[in-house]
């Protein structure tokens, strides 16, 4: 079955720290990996996208990795801001024509001053 | 960046009306557009796949009479919500795939997201 899996499903962090995030994933067959990052009553913006070739991938603070053995891929973000709260959401995409998205249930961070 | 536009971005409506929401391709052409909903804290559900030119083909629980969904034209797809209820409130977002590249590739872009309320 296609599922993604994210962890944790919540994470509160002090202005300034780091923080990890994590995702699992069992599709198949498998094209790439995106982090979106939605804030409340808006739609997803694309932090990353990573195909099963590529490693690592940078975007500002945020730095995602894939390891496409494993089907683990986590989110980190550097030197968190308060700007950072929102829900973060693991997205794959399978390797077939019908261009469906296949979406964690996501990780809401709270930054706190 | 390409952008997607979805309007309106908040409607309220009393319950029976029907509510239309669009979802633009400002800046290259879409052949397929992605309808999702998205209840609080839970990630987004696909309703429907609209494809330019043909019928959406809905998820599984996903009642067509009550969603029609049009694309009639590459940069254009629009969901009516059909004699709204209070159930229907939702927050409804709209994605677009762009035309062409490699099975898999899959870019897609977001709109912001429509919020309904129905009275």
């Known amino acids: 079955k296609n599922q993604v899996e994210q962890s944790p499903q919540s994470l509160i962090i002090l202005e300034g720290k780091n923080c990890t995030l994590q995702c699992n994933y069992t599709v198949s067959p498998f094209s790439n990996l995106r982090w979106y990052k939605q804030d409340t009553g808006r739609g997803p913006v694309s932090l990353t996208i990573?195909?099963?070739?590529?490693n690592t991938k940078s975007n500002g603070r945020y730095t995602a990795t894939l390891d496409a053995d494993t089907k683990q891929s986590s989110l980190h973000i550097t030197a968190s801001q308060l700007s950072d709260s929102a829900s973060y959401i693991c997205?794959?995409?399978?390797?077939?024509?019908?261009?469906?998205?296949?979406f964690g249930s996501g990780t809401r961070l709270l930054v706190r001053p | 960046g390409a952008v997607v536009s979805q309007h309106p971005s908040w409607v309220i409506c009393k319950s029976g009306t029907s509510v239309k929401i669009e979802c633009r391709s400002l800046?290259?052409?879409?052949?397929?557009m992605f309808w999702y909903r998205q209840f609080p804290k839970q990630s987004l559900m696909l309703m429907a796949t609209s494809n330019e030119g043909s019928k959406a083909t809905y998820e599984q629980g996903v009642e067509k009479d009550k969603f029609l969904i049009n694309h009639a034209s590459l940069t254009l797809s629009t969901l009516t919500v059909t004699s709204a209820h209070p159930e229907d409130s939702s927050f409804y977002i709209c994605?677009?795939?762009?035309?062409?590249?490699?099975?898999?590739?899959?870019?897609?872009?977001f709109g912001a997201g429509t919020r309904l309320s129905v009275l």
């Open positions: 800046d290259f052409q879409a052949t397929t």
């Open positions: 990573m195909t099963f070739s590529e």
């Open positions: 994605s677009a795939r762009i035309s062409g590249g490699r099975i898999g590739q899959n870019i897609q872009y």
């Open positions: 997205v794959v995409s399978r390797m077939d024509s019908s261009y469906k998205l296949i």
